[in-house]
């Protein structure tokens, strides 16, 4: 059996910064990713003529990308070269490319750099996770919690910076992007996790045992709850120009006021998840979103603000216990259901853009205008049919003693 690192030596100085590093190293390359969000419109409508289909393109080509590079850059990692240069190298090139995507002559290929661009950093949040992981401490929820909260926070900054970016050149949000890849290559860079800590894990540390039936289930929870997101960040944006005539700006706050608090609230989540147990709210969390989501294209403009706060804490009511639902399950079923989350977190990201481009095709009145309502009503019933189902398939895991809904924390603290 291979010997298990000692997780407490983490709790000093060293794995303090270590732990900050990371933080910051994921905050600064995950703004990029909804930077250019906003400016969906702008990037791909206005400066190569694209169509509404080419903006949820420029979305899906770049998760599809990421899903096909992350375990081959992970096992690629694995044999060759030390993690802080894995990363510096991604993100450093992914600068480049954001450069490259300013000057695209065309939208062909716009959309290929578009898609070697997702190849890149999808793979460098993904060993980011994975030194976060290796560095957690015996605190887990709390380390967790702040790896939640720096995922959600480097999405929530992007949001709004994007759009006042937008309204001033859309370019510029290539240029900024560059330059926030470049910081968090450096930040990266001095991330070290000890060779100690990466070998102590077993060799086949990716691997996951698909047999275990709990080992699904925060699989789908990352699904659902990235699937929804997918069709926000394309559909929505697109929604919210077409019908509300929203600016850059007005988009950007929007959708602020739903990753902003969605990004704030994770660690205390977490901690309450930890505390109290997390299966209650991870079910009626998800549940609940799927009702809010709904009502995005029933309401006027003037209460979008107070949807998109109520889906912030209902979100962060569902990703922070499912982090701790899912770290339960690495005990159990193997580390790789780690890298299996991102990935089924990614394929929920790439067909909801999909989907959405798909529906916003389909679903039109004679007059050719968009029927939206109907699409984030049809969402909403998806998300909350999932959430029932995953919720009686959670229930009956419990049942048959493959499960345990207690408090985790002590549970995770032993364990180490």
Same mark, same amino acid.
């Given at each position: 059996?291979?010997?298990?690192?000692?997780?407490?030596?983490?709790?000093?100085?060293?794995?303090?910064?270590?732990?900050?590093?990371?933080?910051?190293?994921?905050?600064?390359?995950?703004?990029?990713?909804?930077?250019?969000?906003?400016?969906?419109?702008?990037?791909?409508?206005?400066?190569?003529?694209?169509?509404?289909?080419?903006?949820?393109?420029? $979305?899906?080509?770049?998760?599809?990308?990421?899903?096909? @590079?992350?375990?081959?850059?992970?096992? %690629?990692?694995?044999?060759?070269?030390?993690? &802080?240069?894995?990363?510096?190298?991604?993100?450093?090139?992914? %600068?480049?490319?954001? !450069?490259?995507?300013?000057?695209?002559?065309?939208?062909? @290929?716009?959309?290929? *750099?578009?898609?070697?661009?997702?190849? !890149? &950093?999808?793979?460098?949040?993904?060993? !980011?996770?994975?030194?976060?992981?290796?560095? @957690?401490?015996?605190?887990?929820?709390?380390?967790?919690?702040?790896?939640?909260?720096?995922?959600?926070?480097?999405?929530?900054?992007?949001?709004?910076?994007?759009?006042? *970016?937008?309204?001033?050149?859309?370019?510029?949000?290539?240029?900024?992007?560059?330059?926030?890849?470049?910081?968090?290559?450096?930040? @990266?860079?001095?991330?070290?996790?000890?060779?100690?800590?990466?070998?102590?894990?077993?060799?086949?540390?990716?691997?996951?045992?698909?047999?275990?039936?709990?080992?699904?289930?925060?699989?789908?929870?990352?699904?659902?709850?990235?699937?929804?997101?997918?069709?926000?960040?394309?559909?929505?944006?697109?929604?919210?120009?077409?019908? &509300?005539?929203?600016?850059?700006?007005?988009?950007?706050?929007? $959708?602020?006021?739903?990753?902003?608090?969605?990004?704030?609230?994770?660690?205390?989540?977490?901690? !309450?998840?930890?505390?109290?147990?997390?299966?209650?709210?991870?079910?009626?969390?998800?549940?609940?979103?799927?009702?809010?989501?709904?009502?995005?294209?029933?309401?006027?403009?003037?209460?979008?603000?107070?949807? $998109?706060?109520?889906?912030?804490? *209902?979100?962060?009511?569902?990703?922070?216990?499912?982090?701790?639902?899912?770290?339960?399950?690495? &005990?159990?079923?193997?580390?790789?259901?780690?890298?299996?989350?991102?990935?089924?977190?990614?394929?929920?990201?790439?067909?909801?853009?999909?989907?959405?481009?798909?529906?916003?095709?389909?679903?039109?009145?004679?007059?050719?205008?968009?029927?939206?309502?109907?699409?984030?009503?049809?969402?909403?019933?998806?998300?909350?049919?999932?959430?029932?189902?995953?919720?009686?398939?959670?229930?009956?895991?419990?049942?048959?003693?493959?499960?345990?809904?207690?408090? $985790?924390?002590?549970?995770?603290? %032993?364990?180490?």
């Amino acid at each position: 059996m291979a010997p298990r690192f000692d997780r407490r030596r983490q709790t000093g100085s060293f794995g303090a910064m270590t732990r900050a590093l990371v933080a910051l190293a994921t905050i600064l390359t995950l703004v990029p990713v909804t930077l250019l969000v906003p400016g969906l419109h702008e990037l791909v409508r206005v400066a190569h003529g694209g169509s509404a289909g080419d903006a949820h393109l420029f $979305m899906t080509v770049n998760m599809l990308a990421g899903i096909v @590079a992350v375990p081959l850059v992970m096992r %690629a990692q694995r044999r060759h070269g030390a993690l &802080h240069w894995w990363l510096a190298a991604l993100l450093l090139a992914n %600068a480049i490319v954001f !450069l490259a995507m300013r000057v695209a002559p065309s939208l062909g @290929a716009l959309l290929w *750099l578009r898609a070697l661009d997702g190849a !890149l &950093h999808l793979p460098a949040i993904t060993l !980011l996770m994975v030194a976060a992981n290796r560095v @957690a401490g015996p605190r887990r929820g709390a380390s967790l919690g702040l790896l939640g909260t720096s995922l959600m926070l480097g999405v929530a900054l992007g949001s709004p910076l994007g759009g006042r *970016l937008v309204d001033r050149d859309p370019s510029l949000v290539y240029v900024v992007g560059a330059g926030l890849f470049v910081a968090a290559a450096v930040a @990266a860079f001095a991330v070290r996790v000890p060779a100690a800590l990466m070998a102590a894990a077993p060799v086949r540390r990716y691997a996951w045992n698909i047999r275990m039936r709990l080992a699904w289930v925060p699989l789908a929870y990352a699904f659902m709850d990235r699937f929804a997101i997918g069709v926000f960040v394309s559909t929505f944006t697109l929604f919210l120009g077409d019908v &509300h005539r929203a600016t850059g700006a007005q988009r950007g706050l929007l $959708m602020s006021l739903f990753l902003l608090p969605f990004a704030a609230l994770c660690w205390p989540a977490g901690r !309450l998840a930890d505390r109290f147990g997390w299966y209650r709210p991870l079910v009626l969390s998800n549940v609940a979103f799927g009702v809010v989501f709904a009502l995005y294209g029933q309401v006027a403009l003037e209460t979008l603000p107070l949807l $998109m706060v109520l889906s912030g804490v *209902l979100s962060a009511l569902m990703f922070a216990p499912n982090l701790l639902l899912t770290s339960e399950v690495a &005990h159990r079923a193997g580390e790789g259901i780690f890298g299996a989350f991102q990935i089924a977190g990614s394929v929920g990201f790439l067909l909801g853009p999909a989907v959405g481009g798909a529906l916003v095709t389909l679903l039109r009145d004679a007059d050719g205008s968009v029927r939206y309502a109907q699409i984030f009503s049809l969402v909403g019933a998806i998300e909350i049919t999932l959430a029932m189902a995953s919720g009686i398939a959670l229930a009956r895991l419990v049942r048959r003693r493959e499960l345990s809904v207690r408090p $985790m924390r002590e549970e995770l603290v %032993a364990a180490d």
